[in-house]
């Protein structure tokens, strides 16, 4: 199936497929198509693999799945050569997992690094796509598969004034790689989300001064984060293939059991009971304990009222308390952080609240207004600041895909394709831009569910409907429109039976102003997807048309 098969067709292209980006999907896409037998081009902006854990460097980054189930499960000679440390991976040590991943799989080579796509262009005549970069090379190619990650394209808010800081202006997800100290600086942190609740524990343990700006108060769990010993990580490999396979059994995709369906009937100290004890295990094993959390509001606000009581638990300020209480959305229906013991004297966010040197200062009632040359003025105060930290998130989900001009068949762009929302079957193809695929789409399950489950399933399957449409006869592989409408009207459905659009969400654009209000994973678990996928191939590709190009049918 290479590029320079004789008699196939009569434009040869330079490369099978294209792969545009390297993290866990790019390496894996890449891989797995040129182990298939395509040849495989990657195109890399950054100078090394990693994606966003190549740009999220910031102090205190590290992951909220579990490191055992944060590598890739398709190999077990690659899975008996590494080993994480913690519980939760650091961001340094999963570069590193990446790193040597794209080593041990030999992917390296096949991917120009320092190079950015500026756009994709599908020629309907030769049923292949030209990739320009900004290397002033156009490359083209059957295929082209994006694996540009959800959470790449970081969000900066428009505050008036920005340019005129004095001091030094920082994002969490453009964290610069040599070393910032803050020492003796009154550093302020805008944003209490995940990157927030992480980096605020090692900024108060090096600034003078530290102000957190919080708009919302979110739900913060106990991660329990501690080493791995050699012992725990060669027991857990041993019992590796049944974990994965348990995992592929639950919505979230990770191998934990609920304890029980509903919270709903359960007297207040049954429901503690099972909360207590979820909460010493902490992470999102916290988040499974009844089945119904996220469709049922009587079990969510029990489990909310045990946060909120947790979080007054750790305080004896009741300013800080009713400052810090989490209402008005429910639990887990925004990403929910986690909350490590984050630097050496181990404070976790609330501890480092309570120092005497951090100050909370709530940015809902009087939000942030401008940038002085001095720092940070709200509606009612001004601070003065050395330096800020943007902890304000991304356009997530669909924002990466703006960087580049990707034009379908007929013209259509895909910026105007997705004015009001994304469109797309099973979040990995669109109509009217055929041979072209998605990892970790809009409309897939990756950005709520075990990533990495998530990618080597969608990886796999682009790649077995490739070779079906190649052997029956058809060099240009695209979604009908009918498939389309279904699936966003599918995911919209799923969506509206849940608490997810019950909160202002990164999941649903609520986070940029402007961006259309839409629920953007596919809501309804990972093995209703995997069963999607698997009926969609086991009726041979109904919701596509497959057809040969031109070009084809002319060299034939
Ligand atoms: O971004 P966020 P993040 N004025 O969007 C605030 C993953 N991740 O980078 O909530 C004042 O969650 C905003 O306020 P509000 C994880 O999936 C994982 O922290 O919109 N505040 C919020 O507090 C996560 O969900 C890990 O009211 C403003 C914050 O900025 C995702 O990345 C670690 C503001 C943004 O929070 C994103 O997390 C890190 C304004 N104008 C990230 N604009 C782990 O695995 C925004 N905010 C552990």
Redesign the pocket.
């Known amino acids: 199936m290479s590029a320079s098969s004789p008699g196939t067709r009569s434009d040869p292209v330079d490369t099978d497929a294209v792969v545009v980006g390297a993290g866990f999907a790019g390496i894996y896409a890449i891989y797995h198509l040129r182990e298939q037998g395509l040849s495989v081009r990657g195109i890399e902006r950054a100078d090394d693999v990693g994606g ?1 854990w190549y740009y ?1 460097r910031y102090p205190g ?5 579990e490191s055992h189930l944060y590598q890739y499960q398709f190999s077990d000679a690659l899975r008996s050569e590494w080993q994480y440390s913690e519980r ?1 991976p650091e961001q340094g040590e999963i570069l590193e997992y990446l790193r040597f991943a794209s080593e041990f799989l030999g992917v390296r080579d096949e991917i120009s690094f320092r190079t950015e796509v500026e756009s994709l262009r599908f020629d309907p005549s030769s049923g292949t796509w030209a990739v320009s970069t900004d290397d002033g090379a156009v490359t083209t190619s059957r295929y082209v598969v994006l694996a540009l990650g959800f ?1 790449s394209e970081p ?1 900066v ?1 428009e ?1 008036d004034g920005m340019d005129g800081f004095d001091g030094e202006l920082y994002h ?2 453009t964290w610069p790689r040599e070393e910032v100290s803050f020492r003796e600086q009154s550093v302020g942190l ?9 980096i605020a524990p090692r900024i108060a343990e090096d600034a003078e001064r530290l102000t957190v ?4 108060p ?1 739900y913060i769990v106990p ?1 329990n984060n501690h080493p791995v010993s050699d012992a725990a990580w060669e027991a857990w490999n041993d019992g590796f293939a049944e974990t994965w396979e348990q995992a592929k059994t639950t919505d979230s995709g990770f191998p934990y059991e609920s304890d029980l369906p509903s919270a709903e009937g359960l007297s207040d100290a049954e429901v503690e009971h099972i909360l207590e004890k979820r909460w010493r295990m902490g992470g999102f094993k916290f988040l499974t304990a009844f089945e119904d959390l996220l469709s049922n509001r009587a079990t969510n606000e029990r489990v909310c009222e045990f946060i909120r009581s947790k979080i007054a638990q750790r305080f004896d300020d009741p300013e800080l308390i009713d400052a810090l209480r989490p209402e008005g959305y429910p639990y887990a229906a ?5 909350n ?1 013991e984050n630097n050496r004297y181990g404070w976790d966010f609330y501890e480092t609240i309570k120092q005497p040197h951090v100050e909370l200062v709530d ?2 009632e009087a ?2 207004q401008r940038l002085t040359p001095e720092g940070i003025a709200t509606a009612d105060s001004e601070y003065a600041h050395d330096a800020i930290v ?5 356009d ?1 989900v669909t924002g990466s895909y703006n960087n580049m001009e990707i034009v379908g068949t007929g013209g259509t762009t895909l910026e105007s394709k997705w004015g009001s929302r994304p469109r797309t079957y099973l979040g990995m193809v669109i109509d009217e831009f055929p041979n072209m695929f998605m990892i970790s789409g809009p409309q897939s399950p990756s ?1 709520i569910t075990n990533q990495v489950l998530c990618i080597e399933n969608q990886v796999e399957w682009i790649y077995d409907l490739i070779e079906y449409a190649e052997e029956n006869g058809g060099d240009v592989i695209e979604v009908e429109r009918e498939s389309v409408e279904y699936w966003i009207e599918h995911t919209s459905d799923v969506a509206d039976r849940t608490l997810y659009t019950d909160a ?3 999941y649903q654009g ?2 940029v102003p402007g961006k259309p209000s839409v629920f953007l994973p596919y809501p309804g678990g990972y093995p209703a997807f995997a069963s999607k996928l698997e009926a969609e191939a086991a009726g041979g590709y109904q919701g596509f048309a497959i057809r040969d190009s031109p070009a084809r049918v002319r060299s034939e």
């Open positions: 966003t999220n980054a590290r992951c909220d799945t939760y959470l969000y808010p505050f969490t997800a805008v944003g209490t989300g995940s990157s927030g609740i992480q700006y919080q708009r919302t979110n991660a925004k990403r929910p952080p986690l490590y940015v809902d939000p942030i943007l902890a304000t998130g991304f997530a950005p202002e969400s990164w609520d986070n």
